[in-house]
């Protein structure tokens, strides 16, 4: 009888982000998956699993990596996307998957918030993240942070954007009119950049 490891691997990262102390995590992996397959419906194994698990170290908050601790945004996500690949690797090595599988599955989690756009299937998991940003995290994530943060985060997610996605994020409405304002304020700004 041949065990299907691909469920159980799947039922362990999901078990750990589940359990999360940051209320929208799990919320927000399962809505990149969503988005990586609204963008890409043919996505295989390997790039849904790197989407669901893509920031599992979040969820383990002895292991988290620590915003206050790192002066450069794109450091600190790095580092948080560097240390999820360690977690998702540690999951990995229990189970009989070639090489080449896992390598493929840790550098799209590696590479999810900066890697090069060259790469199609990073370009479209960090689409489907920032995607899941702007609708998922980003009301919980304003209840955190003030203004300043706020709009850097939203200026920061929306740059890393395909013009693929910019189109869909520009339909998102909010219940609070503050972020409808604020992402109105990164369309207008973008918009003379790009024109």
């Given at each position: 009888?041949?065990?299907?490891?691909?469920?159980?691997?799947?039922?362990?990262?999901?078990?750990?982000?589940?359990?999360?102390?940051?209320?929208?995590?799990?919320?927000?992996?399962?809505?990149?998956?969503?988005?990586?397959?609204?963008?890409?419906?043919?996505?295989?194994?390997?790039?849904?699993?790197?989407?669901?698990?893509h920031d599992i170290e979040?969820?383990?908050?002895?292991?988290?990596?620590?915003?206050?601790?790192?002066?450069?945004?794109?450091?600190?996500?790095?580092?948080?996307?560097?240390?999820?690949?360690?977690?998702?690797?540690?999951?990995?090595?229990?189970?009989?998957?070639?090489?080449?599988?896992?390598d493929k599955i840790l550098?799209?989690?590696?590479?999810?918030?900066?890697?090069?756009?060259?790469?199609?299937?990073?370009?479209?998991?960090?689409?489907?993240?920032?995607?899941?940003f702007f609708e998922v995290?980003?009301?919980?994530?304003?209840?955190?942070?003030?203004?300043?943060?706020?709009?850097?985060?939203?200026?920061?997610?929306?740059?890393?954007?395909?013009?693929?996605?910019?189109?869909?994020?520009?339909?998102?409405?909010?219940?609070?009119?503050?972020?409808?304002?604020?992402?109105?304020?990164?369309?207008?700004?973008?918009?003379?950049?790009?024109?």
């Amino acid at each position: 009888m041949s065990i299907n490891y691909h469920k159980v691997i799947e039922n362990e990262i999901e078990d750990i982000i589940y359990h999360s102390d940051v209320p929208e995590d799990y919320a927000h992996a399962k809505s990149v998956k969503k988005w990586l397959l609204k963008l890409r419906p043919d996505a295989d194994w390997i790039l849904q699993l790197a989407a669901f698990a893509h920031d599992i170290e979040r969820a383990l908050p002895q292991r988290k990596i620590i915003r206050s601790k790192f002066s450069d945004y794109n450091d600190f996500k790095s580092a948080h996307a560097l240390n999820s690949a360690k977690v998702v690797q540690e999951i990995l090595d229990k189970y009989p998957l070639s090489r080449k599988v896992k390598d493929k599955i840790l550098n799209l989690v590696k590479n999810h918030e900066l890697g090069q756009s060259k790469d199609s299937d990073i370009a479209v998991l960090k689409d489907a993240d920032s995607l899941s940003f702007f609708e998922v995290n980003l009301p919980a994530y304003a209840e955190r942070n003030d203004e300043s943060e706020i709009l850097s985060r939203m200026n920061w997610g929306y740059q890393r954007l395909s013009k693929r996605a910019r189109q869909i994020v520009k339909e998102f409405h909010y219940e609070d009119e503050r972020l409808n304002e604020f992402l109105k304020r990164i369309l207008i700004y973008f918009d003379a950049e790009d024109g």
